[in-house]
């Protein structure tokens, strides 16, 4: 089993629409959670932290479960330019050891 | 703007060559990562490194090396090529040991073929 697992998707979504990815992840022990965006051809970049009481910035907000070992990213509103793949990353060590595991990510196509 | 480059965005090699790869950033991070990403299985540690002169091997480090002489530049070494080296490689770094050691600063990416 993957030690972070996401449904690659493609995610085709009309410009407006609500979208939901979720992420599964093995080890109970983890300690930070994270999701980044990916543009085609680009490098990831951080888009957000996941807190446990769950968090929101603009139209994105994350989630996480730690009893069902998983985290979620829901998008309101969707725009053109949010077509990108998210990546789920995990730290499932604490004390800022930050060797992260990356999801090998959900793609999402937002089309007119 | 802050930035982490990485030398080379396109590199064809033949098997065998010794290939460098080489990362500069310059946020005064003290850690930096070195990464490979295929489609289907994400990105995939190789080697990373806390400080100057220190390294620890990642998930998958196995036909590479790394060298960090400053704390700025961190280098990746493939001592042999082999085709199923090639890929697209991401070097990061990082601030640490505090909450943004968890952030991190990708360069650009160098695709690699080898023939």
């Known amino acids: 089993r993957k030690e972070v697992e996401q449904d690659p998707g493609p995610f085709n979504v009309p410009e407006g629409a609500t979208v939901a990815f979720n992420c599964t992840y093995s080890?109970?022990?983890?300690?930070?959670f994270f999701w980044y965006r990916q543009d085609c051809r680009k490098e990831p970049k951080l888009l957000m932290s996941v807190y446990s009481s769950g968090n929101e910035d603009g139209r994105f907000t994350a989630q996480l479960n730690r009893a069902s070992q998983y985290i979620s990213l829901l998008i309101r509103d969707s725009k053109l330019s949010d077509s990108a793949t998210y990546l789920c990353v995990v730290n499932p060590y604490s004390g800022g050891y930050n060797k992260l595991i990356f999801g090998a990510g959900t793609r999402l196509a937002v089309h007119p | 703007d802050v930035k982490v480059t990485q030398s080379s965005r396109y590199l064809v090699k033949r098997t065998g060559e010794k290939v460098f790869l080489e990362c500069v950033q310059d946020?005064?991070?003290?850690?930096m990562f070195w990464y490979r990403q295929d489609p289907g299985l994400g990105l995939r540690l190789i080697y990373f490194s806390y400080d100057v002169k220190m390294k620890e091997k990642g998930d998958i480090p196995e036909g590479y090396s790394v060298s960090r002489e400053k704390k700025e530049r961190f280098s990746l070494i493939l001592e042999s090529a082999s085709t199923n080296q090639t890929s697209m490689y991401l070097c990061?770094?990082?601030?640490?040991?505090?909450?943004?050691?968890?952030?991190?600063?990708f360069g650009a990416g160098s695709r690699l073929t080898v023939l």
């Open positions: 990061a770094s990082s601030r640490g040991p505090d909450s943004g050691a968890n952030v991190l600063t």
């Open positions: 946020m005064d991070h003290e850690n």
């Open positions: 080890n109970s022990a983890s300690q930070s």
